[in-house]
């Protein structure tokens, strides 16, 4: 991961028409500090009419500091879901400069809420996060992975994924169902921890971002090689 590059992800709910976005910037040490962020876009920037614009302010201290690698983590709620908003850009600024600019695409609102028509009833799972990558390392084809940490009621659920295919205006995003049945009777004791998915790829330039569909919600994460 590249320094003040931003890491993004997003949380879409069709139901509310919103989603929230959460943001990670690695600095090179603890003299930054994260100041919030806000829609638009920094003084002097123009983008696309098409692209939702945030600023993830941060803050530079003088005097001794840690000299350790810093993330930086950025949450907006609540943004509202556009037909006319197909890929939301971050812009990583320090003071006034702009230090780092990254985008993921933002699926068309009807995709979404057709898709959200057909969900399961809610299982009382929540996923808290999600990280994917794509592992091109030799000798073997490229691989996608993905971790999602859940909460769940009970320790038994099985947790199954279904590759439905490329996904929303670029089609370089993966979306991918994850269902969640239980085989018997709940075994009453919470599990919080991992779920993990792999998928061969057929090249390692296919897709930049996964979304993963679960009970109504896209949880997107955005893609990098590892090689």
Same mark, same amino acid.
Request: glycine share 8%; proline share 9%.
């Given at each position: 991961?590249?320094?003040?590059?931003?890491?993004?992800?997003?949380?879409?709910?069709?139901?509310?028409?919103?989603?929230?976005?959460?943001?990670? *910037?690695?600095? =090179?040490?603890?003299?930054?500090?994260? %100041?919030? /962020? #806000?829609?638009?876009? !920094?003084?002097?920037?123009?983008? @696309?009419?098409?692209?939702?614009?945030?600023?993830?302010?941060?803050?530079?201290?003088?005097?001794?500091?840690?000299?350790?690698?810093?993330?930086?983590?950025?949450?907006?709620?609540?943004?509202?879901?556009?037909?006319?908003?197909?890929?939301?850009?971050?812009?990583?600024?320090?003071?006034?400069?702009?230090?780092?600019?990254?985008? *993921?695409?933002? =699926?068309?609102?009807?995709?979404?809420? %057709?898709? /959200? #028509?057909?969900?399961? !009833?809610?299982?009382?799972?929540? @996923?808290?996060?999600?990280?994917?990558?794509?592992?091109?390392?030799?000798?073997?084809?490229?691989?996608?992975?993905?971790?999602?940490?859940?909460?769940?009621?009970?320790?038994?659920?099985?947790?199954?994924?279904?590759?439905?295919?490329?996904?929303?205006?670029?089609?370089?995003?993966?979306?991918?169902?994850?269902?969640?049945?239980?085989?018997?009777?709940?075994?009453?004791?919470?599990?919080?921890?991992?779920?993990?998915?792999?998928?061969?790829?057929?090249?390692?330039?296919?897709?930049?971002?996964?979304?993963?569909?679960?009970?109504?919600?896209?949880?997107?994460?955005?893609?990098?090689?590892?090689?």
């Amino acid at each position: 991961m590249a320094m003040f590059k931003p890491v993004i992800k997003l949380v879409l709910d069709p139901n509310l028409g919103t989603y929230t976005m959460e943001a990670n *910037v690695i600095v =090179p040490n603890g003299c930054y500090s994260a %100041a919030g /962020a #806000t829609l638009g876009v !920094p003084d002097g920037t123009v983008i @696309i009419p098409e692209a939702q614009g945030v600023v993830l302010n941060i803050t530079k201290h003088d005097g001794p500091c840690t000299e350790a690698i810093k993330v930086l983590t950025f949450k907006l709620d609540c943004i509202p879901l556009s037909a006319g908003k197909s890929s939301l850009v971050a812009f990583a600024v320090v003071g006034e400069d702009v230090a780092g600019v990254s985008s *993921v695409p933002i =699926p068309k609102p009807d995709d979404i809420k %057709a898709r /959200a #028509t057909a969900a399961t !009833p809610p299982s009382g799972i929540v @996923i808290n996060s999600q990280n994917g990558w794509i592992n091109a390392m030799p000798p073997g084809p490229p691989n996608l992975i993905a971790i999602l940490n859940v909460w769940a009621p009970c320790m038994n659920f099985k947790y199954d994924f279904k590759v439905i295919g490329p996904f929303g205006f670029s089609g370089r995003t993966l979306l991918v169902e994850m269902t969640a049945t239980l085989p018997g009777a709940c075994a009453k004791a919470i599990y919080e921890g991992p779920v993990r998915f792999e998928h061969q790829l057929e090249s390692a330039n296919l897709f930049d971002s996964l979304a993963i569909e679960f009970e109504g919600r896209l949880y997107m994460d955005q893609l990098e090689i590892v090689v």
